[in-house]
């Protein structure tokens, strides 16, 4: 299991690495090569992603349901609520900001407006806490 962590590990920041690399870049030949490197990067990635889900996993959970108090779904239905409504916020702040940035510099006097929906934006993550505690409650 410790290989396959410290390879995840390795190709992840083998990703962050080309990625600054790609960024700096201004050659449009060699940018067109390591946008290749990193579309390879990112799927061997996910493949190992994948191959612990399907091969680990099972034997890490089976081992513990013989020995567990039997709360895993509860707990990973948890970080799921919580883990899916910061990333549904963050996609959602990022684009009512972007646009919000946009309309404020076009009339500075609509900037209480923007900031009502960047909240709502930011709200969704707060929803996935809720019911994340609501979970853990009932555990």
């Not at 990193?38 to 996993?57: E, G, K, N, P």
């Amino acid at each position: 299991m410790y290989i396959v962590l410290a390879t995840a590990v390795a190709i992840v920041l083998f990703t962050i690495g080309l990625g600054v690399i790609l960024y700096r870049t201004e050659s449009a030949v060699q940018s067109g090569k390591i946008r290749n490197i990193l579309r390879a990067s990112i799927l061997s990635y996910l493949a190992l992603i994948a191959l612990f889900l399907v091969v680990l996993v099972p034997d890490i959970v089976h081992a513990a349901a013989e020995g567990g108090s039997g709360n895993g779904l509860g707990f990973l239905a948890a970080g799921l609520s919580t883990g899916l409504a910061t990333i549904g916020a963050g996609y959602a702040v990022g684009a009512v900001g972007s646009s919000a940035l946009g309309a404020v510099s076009e009339n500075p006097r609509i900037l209480g407006k923007t900031l009502i929906f960047v909240g709502l934006a930011e709200g969704i993550a707060i929803y996935g806490l809720i019911i994340s505690i609501i979970i853990l409650g009932q555990l």
